[in-house]
RNA sequence: GGUCCUGUGGCCGAGUGGCUAGGCAGAGCUCUGCAAAAGCUUCCACAGCGGUUCGAAUCCGCUCGGGACCUCCA
């Protein structure tokens, strides 16, 4: 069964056959950092980390490139339209690239926290300001572009009448000509639906640039369509974004790149789904935004702890990507809940030994746990199904628990069964799905609990009930837990 | 107003027309020095009204509700 993804050029599932197997190029639009990531940005970086994950699993070699939009579009928040205060404030004013060096660290920061692969090719805007003039350059000797006040915008309606503009989002354009919104800086426009290339850059933009056209900065979309035609080529395989980008933004990287380049730039676009709260996007309007910091230490008012970016990650896993996901506090601690007990489950496996039998005695169960770890690859070849390879991933979870207590008895199950499942596991749990521990591993500690568990173990064969359950209660006054097993030995867990 | 998506049990969510995903929470039981964990069992669904069909959460229509985009947005 081959891999199919939906593709929103199409609007339906489509068999992914790369343009130059067994080469994948994969353009993701990364954030804009002119302020702190959300919980709602983890999930694009999340879902196409996976992305790239399973294609390296099939076997593809991914080129991942992840923008950073560090031009353009942002000022500085509550600075004077002009310059009023003296020269020397020099040092004393927040100088553009320091802001966004901050929240590209920041950004980097958050997303090792969840534990994505870093892309191949992480542009920046700034670094590729030649580029992009060069396009708009290209864009204008063609035709499509016109130069008004020193801003450059694009021609929509002569676009519209050789290419499909709305063919991504949608849109009919005369609908989009006809809109009775009135925006600013509409006036210097042909037509309501045309976007802007390059702006002539009014004295509050902290950014700026000389071109042809004056000094100003360049328009939203054509960084892209620039950074991904130089690293994937004109036609690459795979464009993703959240869904809020497929229109205006992406449909007009397309137009742009069309004009440029002469074909349609991506084979297959992806969209992700918002993260919703009590049943709003998640965004900078709303006012409703929890920041990836607050998520991780749990100073909001919205969180009643804080949480684990594992199990964030776990979260946004556990639903498909083109979905909603509503988010709240009490959904994520069973998020937490539910990883604790998955991951223990797989630390179990990884310790079962093997019954050395070639026919299990419960042929019935081996077969069921053999069929429910086939449809792992299944479930992701149907458009990265997350959602179910967890769900059969949590029913062979009781069979590990009843095999480490004896509620199973060893030989239930065939070397070989056991073997691919540990396998399986790891391939598919840490590779695949990027998981990790929701507790550290330090070897120090390790040494330390090992000679507790000890100490507890003779107290506790000396009834001496007082030591034993000593040790236990501070430890989880500590946030440690200590278990006794079946067996007799005692586990225990920090986190 | 236009375009599109969506409505599943206490909560989060998966669902290809027939075989009632899964997680968390609740209840009962087993195990246990105690505790926790674990295991087993169990309760609680498919917004409403029609239609198609032998059969619909799944297809169609209408009604009601929610949302996204059209403006910066992951």
Known sequence: MPLKLYNSLTRQKEIFKPITPPHVGMYVCGPTVSGESHLGHARPYITFDVVVRYLTYLGYKVRYVRNITDAGHFEEEGREAEDKISKKAQLEKVEPMELV??????????????????????????????????????????????????????????YAATHNYGELSGRIVDDLLE???????????????DFALWKSAPPQHIMRWKSPWGEGFPGWHIECSAMATKYLGSRFDIHGGGMDL????????????????????????????????????????????????????????????????????????????????????????????GLKRLWEAYEILKKLKSANIDLPADSELDNKINKLIDEFDEFMNDDFNTAKVLANIFEIVPVINSLKDGLIRKDAISSATLHRTKDVFTIYLENILGLQSLSQNNETLNGVMEL?????????SKRDFYTSDKIRKQLAELGIEMKDEKDGSISWSAG
């Open 101 to 158: 060096q901050k929240y590209t660290n920041l950004f980097h920061w958050a997303m090792k926290q969840f534990n994505t692969l870093d892309p191949n090719i992480e542009p920046t805007a700034t670094g590729h300001i030649v580029e992009q003039i060069n396009m708009i350059e290209k864009i204008i000797e063609a035709g499509y572009g016109y130069v008004v006040n020193g801003s450059v915008y694009f021609d929509v309606k002569k």
């Open 452 to 460: 507790l568990a000890d100490i507890r173990k003779e107290a506790k």
């Open 179 to 193: 809109t009775t919104r009135s925006l600013e800086g509409q006036d210097e426009k042909r037509n309501k639906a």
């Open 246 to 337: 497929q229109f205006p933004h992406h449909e007009s990287e397309i137009a742009q790149s069309w004009i440029c380049n002469h074909v349609e730039p991506a084979k297959y676009w992806m969209h992700n789904n918002m993260i919703t709260i009590n049943g709003k996007k998640m965004g900078k309007s709303y006012n409703n935004v929890i920041k990836l910091t607050e998520m991780f230490s749990g100073n909001h008012p919205l969180l009643t702890q804080a949480f684990n970016p594992m199990t964030i990650r776990f979260f946004i896993l556990q639903t498909h990507y083109r979905s909603t996901l509503d988010f709240s506090s009490e959904a994520l601690v069973a998020a937490e809940k």
